[in-house]
């Protein structure tokens, strides 16, 4: 697949775990899975609730690379019953 990079954001209070799930699709529209990611990081960044373009870089969070098995999905899951079920939901990417 000839994704340069694909940006998937969640916003969360401070001092939160949140799991981040989502459906992640390539430049032909179509929910990628494993085979077509030949890397994945993470970035956490403090936003400014006065300043809507401000964030700044959390220390130890920039950048960080992420192994593809633990949050891509091997194959793509359609069903949502699955979904809930699945741990690891297809064509998602997952982090918590």
């Known amino acids: 697949m000839a994704n340069s990079n694909a940006d998937v954001?969640?916003?969360a209070p401070e001092g939160s775990a949140p799991i981040l799930?989502?459906?992640?699709?390539?430049?032909t529209g179509a929910?990628?899975?494993?085979?077509?990611?030949?890397?994945?990081t993470y970035s956490i960044?403090?936003?400014d609730d006065q300043d809507a373009d401000s964030r700044?870089?959390?220390?130890?969070?920039?950048?960080?690379?992420l192994t593809i098995a633990n949050v891509i999905e091997h194959r793509v899951i359609f069903d949502n019953s699955q979904l809930?079920?699945?741990?690891?939901p297809?064509?998602?990417?997952?982090?918590?």
């Open 21 to 27: 799930m989502r459906r992640v699709t390539g430049n």
């Open 45 to 47: 960044f403090l936003l």
């Open 90 to 96: 297809g064509g998602a990417f997952q982090h918590h």
């Open 56 to 65: 700044t870089a959390v220390a130890s969070h920039s950048d960080v690379g």
């Open 31 to 40: 929910i990628i899975t494993q085979s077509d990611i030949d890397s994945a």
């Open 9 to 11: 954001y969640l916003t």
């Open 84 to 88: 809930e079920r699945h741990p690891l």
